[in-house]
């Protein structure tokens, strides 16, 4: 790195110092960060569109948690990388994709990208940059960067976030995924849980909000799944309860993991569960 001096007005200053403190980053971060993206603007507007740049990045997912559902294509993706990184709540936390991959594929090094639980979601936003920042270096230097999460990429993961950032400071980089294991599906399978037939759809949401899961239980056409419910299990069974659903509700946690729990809802519901928890309303039969 260089340095490099610039006399910026009051204004500008205060800006700076504001976005600075709201997402966590320091003021030459957010400075280089800003001159990069507007380089890459700039860069974008000469480039035919949809160049690529060198090095790939490619978002594995790694299952639920057993890692006999770690799919063949994603173990030889993990090898095939020059290197796999996965989020950390600290450089010392290994995360649950990891020990999936560790359990996998012990042969396969990997590096952390610690991102804050942080509430705030300046906070969680700036993690996300400087893990963007990360990756985007190792790519620049032409490396296959594999990127693991659990169950799917695509599915209420981090690993959106971060290509999008990557993206951002890399307009043209080629993204790939590797699909993985859904955690609702390991339970439907664990428990022999149908989840839609013909006349049937699936509706998979976050337990975040109960309003919108109790006017989703209305659907009884639809079977629910529910996401994130984990720490507000009682008061997601009693809404299936009241809903009349109950009888073929399923819940499970830490789902081919140690510490794994799973049954009828209303009888995991006792107190709160884990973060990894996963209920399925089944559809009705003549659900209307
Ligand atoms: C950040 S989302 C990750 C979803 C993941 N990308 C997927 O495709 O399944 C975390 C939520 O997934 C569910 N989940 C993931 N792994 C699980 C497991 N092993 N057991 C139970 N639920 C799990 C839980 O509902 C948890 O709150």
Do not use: N
Not at 201 to 223: M, Y
Request: hydrophobic fraction near 45%.
């Amino acid at each position: 790195m260089r340095k490099t001096s610039v006399y910026l007005p009051e204004g500008l200053k205060r800006s700076l110092a504001e976005v600075a403190a709201r997402s966590g980053l320091s003021e030459a971060q957010v400075v280089r960060l800003a001159i990069e993206r507007e380089l890459a603007s700039s860069d974008r507007d000469r480039r035919p569109p949809d160049r690529p740049v060198p090095g790939r990045l490619v978002g594995i997912g790694v299952g639920p948690g057993d890692p006999g559902l770690v799919t063949i294509s994603a173990l030889a993706a993990l090898r095939r990388a020059d290197r796999v990184v996965a989020p950390s709540t600290s450089v010392d936390a290994v995360g649950r994709a990891e020990m999936i991959v560790r359990q996998a594929a012990p042969d396969v090094v990997v590096e952390r990208l610690v991102f804050e639980m942080a509430p705030d979601r300046a906070a969680r936003d700036g993690a996300v940059v400087r893990a963007a920042e990360r990756v985007a270096a190792c790519l620049q230097s032409g490396e296959e960067v594999a990127f693991i999460t659990l169950g799917d990429p695509l599915v209420y993961s981090t690993f959106a976030g971060v290509s999008r950032a990557v993206r951002d400071l890399r307009p043209g980089t080629v993204v790939e995924h590797q699909p993985g294991i859904m955690a609702f599906q390991a339970l439907a399978a664990r428990t022999g849980t149908v989840l839609a037939d013909e006349r049937q759809a699936i509706l998979v949401r976050t337990a975040l909000s109960q309003d919108d899961l109790e006017a989703d239980l209305h659907r009884r056409d639809v079977t629910l799944v529910a996401y994130k419910g984990g720490k507000r299990l009682p008061e997601v069974a009693a809404a299936v309860e009241r809903a009349g659903r109950s009888r073929a509700a399923v819940a499970g946690e830490l789902l081919g993991m140690g510490g794994e729990r799973l049954g009828a809802l209303a009888e995991m519901s006792a107190g709160p569960a884990s973060y990894l928890a996963t209920v399925i309303v089944p559809a009705e039969e003549d659900g209307q």
